[in-house]
């Protein structure tokens, strides 16, 4: 396909905002400055209807809740705003999904704020959610105060309600039914005894809302369809009871969808006769566009821009800000209207630069849970190169405005992708982090294995972190229950018990660790704790999801995904083109290293028994410091060593194959995953001393990333062990974050040479590899607590040295020269 | 030669991932011992024939294992954390195996060329989609050529792209047969003064200019670098000698790069124990280094490329 590709940006268009347009930056500062604020609005409306509807069906009663909020939600046009719509009536806030749990962060932290003189770290303290939520709580740029009335309404109207009705309610109350589990405190949060969680949020986690669909239908078009069907229901008997309320609820969500784009039509109206000049123009164009999508699609490009971003929108609104919906392959759903509209002379790329940046800042506003990915790249259903000049478009913006929040951008890579797209996608790294790259033949044949068409694995996109799912014809379903593959490495090495259940058996009783007479005995209870936690987490999460299923449906999301309305059912209960559900993990290189140890000392050095091992273990290696040290200098995960690589592969393919045992309920299999955005934090807090020489408490290693600091022989190595993982289909998606010093692609040559390290790792089979820019942050805190930085390398002119083994000097020259801005 | 696989290197450093050793990812294997003493070397542990001692701060966890081990008493605690005393010390090497901190480390390692060669084609699929290799570098790689020319050997072997980083201070007897066996001659060039090169260097410039000519002779791709010394080699004059040279007389020369000081490597002179009379020099500035690459430019040459670290503008102005 032919393109014009990204025009070189100066270094100083790059580095320097000045450069950005008036009205972009100050889009751009007013989210940084925003403060966090609780928004009770979509709550509120919410409990009206649900309290209104109490004898009607769910899948209605939803519709009604959407309805409610929809029409009668607080909205707003902002200054110099082009693309309208909030999915919040404050700036920064989120509509609260009390659905899954009256627990939700944002509750419980207005709870506790109320009335009382806590300070940030104290309120993050306890809203719990083990490490999560402190992560995830950069939004909190100071402590929000709630009114009375918010305090009263809350505790007095809205904790009261739904106390008992909450999917978190209601599937603890089925598990003791079930025997599920003993202790319903113990799986609230990360970190917990038993070793894998699961989690109330709809969709089960995340998705890719069917923007195609809405661009090629309308909302109209998708209510006309469902009037469609429920005309030819006429006559039939009751059983189809179920499909005739779904539809039902897809005809008054999309009517609800329609009328709330109308209602910013007629703010805009209101506004325009109030403004003068070209605002008055604008807004008179937001009026028109919003007279026009989603309801019908688009005829433009700007029209396609404020369909896409309505409907993203309306999906936060329905399912609550903390979801993660991402809208998908944004450069395909947009080039045919950029193009038309270049060649007529509607629109310049600079234009269409500018409306992408402010896109991009909306996108960015989901405070509680990101990253926000697009996904661009990559080849198209019939298997051709699918990069266009939006593509390229994209990386401007993010390269324009240095990321954004944490908005991502999946950058998908083929075998036909043009170098020069490879190139730029990698030159972003000069100046902001935030892009991620996919290898589409890995990607594609995970699906493969999944049971997508060619087709539609080919067309895929990446939703959450790194999660690949087909595009809006799917139930999500991504990243959400999950298992710690290091606490039952902890379990297996104690007959079943955790160091946070004070070594009380809570998983299977494997044999004690004096009894394993080999390595074999150590892998075989290794692998009687994963095989009983991914039973009973897959069990627990069947349960869960009947729940869901049956008194919290998702008519209107539902309503975009392919084979929904098609099937009279919706993505919680099974009606989407393809279904599965996802058990993820996240700490491979913790439980590789400390196997590799474990094999090292007792079984190949001999120099301890397993069982003075463990009680070393257990002493947190208590005057054992040497012991400690020599188990830390045993071969680490991530540099091309075999004897620990070739146990990091196993374990992937144990933890596979137990995954892969189970059918998902809904038909469609259960895809494993390996990720983690602040769980290794929280799962590390919760166990004891490893093998591997990591401390009690301290954090595991995340993703399929080496621990931390273990890479020690340059990016080559990295990438060959991470390949051989990668051989193992882990197709609901693998995280490799590698840390990168911004001078290394200063140069073009240099930049060259990482395109082709890039290349080859997609060569050798690698999937995914994301990297994160060091800041200059990040150096100075190392330059003055090296004691937490033992490896932290730092690549000069070729030359890896570790950071903290620098003089201050020369430090402060790499300090100096890393201007990084990684937002 | 008969027993090829049993020649061992005395090796410092094998770096994989290294990005400015000739073109494409290579991996640079440094060998120990240098013909040259340059105040200003970069790689000071490569200068010496023979393995040595060094001690890390940051590592050292202060439990006293290692001077407990050592059997001449050539490790001594003091306030400023343990302090070698190279005239005891045999570099035996005993206090770094009981260290587990990996606070005491032997620079310098008998290799077996079998084991030595394994690590570099670990690497093959990188060099291959980048255009990259191997560098045989240093210290002085033909100072142990028996080594280095065994290596080239078995790279040649694999089809691997062999780079020789030399400096030239050797008999063309000795360098010649390595420079054969070469793909690429990274070449070294700091100074052409003859007084100055042999004072610096220890070695007649007459010699490494030489050696350049006669690789030109037989055609043999060359990169010639020079790195630029504040106060040694960083005058416009200097730069404009070397092009000359270039110029007039190494036809077969690719590119011309010079490489900006830095002073990363103060910290390595102290853990050997050394003062460095470099240590507080300041990093060039950027349009330092783009006048330098002009003034060669201006001598014919269209090759010419800077790099390295220099001083950020931020530190300029001060």
Redesign the interface.
């Known amino acids: 396909m032919a393109n014009t590709s990204g025009v070189p940006l100066a270094r100083e268009e790059v580095s320097d905002d000045s450069y950005l347009p008036e009205r972009i930056k100050k889009f751009k500062d007013r989210l940084a400055s925003a403060v966090y604020r609780l928004d009770l609005e979509r709550v509120r409306y919410y409990t009206q209807a649900y309290k209104l509807t109490e004898n009607e069906p769910s899948y209605i009663r939803a519709a009604m809740g959407l309805e409610k909020t929809l029409t009668s939600m607080t909205i707003r046009i902002e200054d110099e705003e082009l693309i309208v719509g909030s999915k919040s009536a404050v700036a920064w806030g989120d509509p609260i999904y009390i659905e899954a749990s009256v627990n939700h962060p944002h509750i419980k932290l207005a709870l506790d704020m109320y009335g009382s003189g806590k300070s940030v770290e104290e309120a993050l303290e306890g809203m719990g959610g083990g490490g999560l939520g402190v992560e995830n709580a950069a939004f909190l740029r100071e402590l929000p105060n709630i009114s009375e009335e918010e305090y009263s309404e809350l505790a007095k109207e809205i904790i009261p309600y739904w106390k008992n009705k909450t999917v978190e309610a209601r599937r603890i109350a089925l598990w003791e039914k079930e025997g599920v589990i003993t202790d319903r405190k113990a799986i609230a949060s990360y970190g917990n005894p038993v070793g894998w969680i699961v989690t109330d949020h709809p969709p089960q986690g995340h998705l890719t809302v069917g923007i195609k669909k809405v661009l090629d239908m309308g909302f109209a078009g998708i209510a006309l369809q469902a009037e469609q069907k429920l005309e030819g229901l006429k006559g039939q008997a009751e059983s189809a009871k179920a499909a005739k309320d779904f539809w039902e609820s897809v005809l008054v969500s999309a009517q609800a969808v329609c009328s709330f784009a109308s209602r910013y039509a007629a703010l805009a109206g209101e506004m325009a006769q109030k403004a003068n000049g070209q605002r008055k123009n604008d807004l008179l164009e937001i009026k028109e566009r919003c007279l026009r999508v989603p309801m019908e699609p688009p005829r433009n490009f700007m029209e396609a821009l404020q369909s896409i971003w309505i409907t993203q929108v309306v999906a936060l609104i329905s399912y609550g800000g903390s979801s993660i919906i991402a809208p998908g392959r944004l450069d395909q759903f947009l080039y045919p209207f950029y193009r038309k509209d270049l060649d007529t002379g509607r629109i310049t790329r600079e234009q269409a630069l500018e409306a992408l940046m402010e896109y991009y800042i909306k996108l960015a506003t989901n405070i509680y849970f990101g990253p926000n990915n697009v996904t661009i790249g990559g080849i198209d259903r019939d298997g051709e190169d699918a990069v266009n000049d939006v593509s390229y478009l994209f990386l401007d913006v993010h390269l324009r405005l240095k990321g954004c929040m944490r908005n991502g951008l999946a950058v998908r890579i083929s075998p036909k992708t043009p170098p020069d797209f490879l190139r730029r996608a990698c030159y972003t790294y000069r100046y902001a982090g935030g892009v991620a790259l996919y290898n589409d033949d890995v990607v594609i044949r995970d699906l493969l294995f999944d049971g997508y068409s060619l087709e539609d694995a080919r067309n895929y996109s990446i939703v959450g972190c790194v999660e690949p799912t087909g595009t809006g014809n799917n139930n999500g379903y991504t990243a959400t229950n999950g298992i710690s593959l290091m606490a039952l490495f902890e379990a297996a090495l104690n007959e079943g018990g955790r160091y946070v259940s004070g070594w009380k058996p809570i998983g299977p009783a494997t044999p004690p660790a004096s009894s394993f007479e080999t390595f074999h005995d150590v892998k075989e209870a290794f692998i009687k704790q994963l095989s009983s936690a991914v039973d009973e987490c897959v069990r627990a999460a069947d349960l869960k999801d009947r729940v869901i299923a049956d008194y919290y449906p998702l008519p209107l999301l539902s309503s975009t995904i392919e084979g929904c309305v098609e099937s009279g059912k919706d993505i919680t209960g099974g009606g989407a083109r393809y279904n599965h559900g996802c058990i993820t993990n996240g700490s491979l290189a913790t439980v590789a290293n400390s196997m590799a140890a474990v094999r090292q000392v007792v079984f190949d050095q001999k120099l301890l028994s397993m069982e003075e091992l463990v009680r070393r273990l257990r002493n947190n290696f208590q005057d054992a410091?040497?012991l400690?040290?020599?188990m830390?200098?045993i071969p680490k995960y991530g540099n091309?060593d075999e004897y620990v690589d070739e146990l990091a592969v196993w374990i992937t393919s144990a933890y596979n194959q137990e995954v892969r045992k189970h059918k998902f309920w809904m038909g469609g299999v259960y895809r494993p995953c390996i990720i983690s955005v602040a769980t290794h934090i929280a799962w590390g807090a919760s166990l004891g001393a490893s093998p591997d020489g990591r401390v009690a408490g301290a954090p595991i290693a995340n993703g399929i990333s080496p621990a931390n600091g273990d890479e020690r022989?340059?990016?080559?190595?990295l990438?060959?062990s991470a390949a051989k993982v990668c051989s193992i289909p882990m197709s609901d998606g693998t995280a490799l974050n590698v840390i990168l010093n911004p001078?290394?692609v200063r140069?073009d040559?240099?930049l060259?040479?990482f395109v082709?390290?890039i290349?080859?790792y997609f060569?050798?089979g690698g999937r995914q590899v994301q990297f994160n820019p060091m800041s200059r942050e990040t150096l100075l805190d190392a330059q003055k607590n090296?004691e937490r930085y033992?490896d932290l390398n730092v690549?000069?002119?070729?030359?890896?040295?570790?950071f903290?083994?620098?003089?201050i000097?020369?430090q402060n020259?790499?300090i100096?020269?890393t201007?990084f801005c990684v937002t | 030669m008969n027993n090829s696989t049993e020649i061992e290197g005395l090796i410092f450093n094998i770096q994989r991932d290294s990005t400015e050793d000739g073109p494409g990812i290579r991996t640079t294997v440094f060998l120990k011992g240098c013909t040259m003493h340059c105040p200003w070397c970069h790689n000071p542990e490569g200068i010496c024939l023979s393995p040595e001692l060094v001690w890390f701060e940051t590592r050292c966890i202060g439990d006293g294992d290692c001077i407990k081990k050592c059997s001449r008493e050539a490790l001594i605690r003091t306030r400023k954390g343990v302090v070698i005393d190279r005239n005891r010390c045999t570099v035996c090497g005993e206090c770094a195996v009981v260290c587990h901190a990996g606070a005491l480390e032997v620079l310098g390692k008998k290799s077996k060329i079998d084991d030595v060669a394994a690590t570099i084609l670990r690497d093959r699929v990188f060099y291959e989609k980048s255009g990259g290799g191997v560098t045989i570098s240093g210290g002085e790689p033909s100072l142990q050529d028996d080594f280095s020319a065994a290596l080239m050997r078995l790279m040649r072997g694999e089809g691997i792209h062999i780079a020789l980083d030399t400096c030239g201070g050797m008999s063309w007897d000795i360098l010649g047969p390595l420079v054969e066996l070469a793909d690429l001659i990274l070449y070294d060039i700091k100074l052409v003064d003859e007084e100055k090169h042999r004072q610096y260097t220890g070695i007649p410039l007459e010699m490494v200019l030489d050696n350049a000519r006669k690789i030109a002779e037989i055609n043999k791709p060359m990169w010639v670098r020079t790195p630029v010394i504040p106060g040694y080699t960083d005058s416009e004059d200097n730069i404009r000698r070397v092009a000359r040279f270039i110029v007039s007389s190494l036809p077969s020369v690719d590119r011309y790069d010079i490489l900006a000081f830095n002073s990363t490597c103060t910290g390595k002179y102290h853990r050997l124990g050394r003062s460095w009379e470099l240590e507080e020099t300041n990093p060039l500035s950027e349009k330092a280094m783009e006048k330098l690459a002009a003034a060669a430019r201006n001598e014919g040459l269209t090759f010419v490329q800077w790099s390295g670290l220099t001083r950020s503008e931020v530190q300029s102005e001060e």
């Open positions: 410091e040497n400690r040290r020599q830390l200098v091309d022989n340059g990016l080559t190595a990438f060959a001078l290394t140069t040559e240099g060259s040479k082709s390290l290349e080859t060569a050798l090296p033992p690549k000069v002119s070729g030359f890896s040295f570790r903290i083994d620098l003089t000097k020369v020259d790499i100096a020269r201007e």
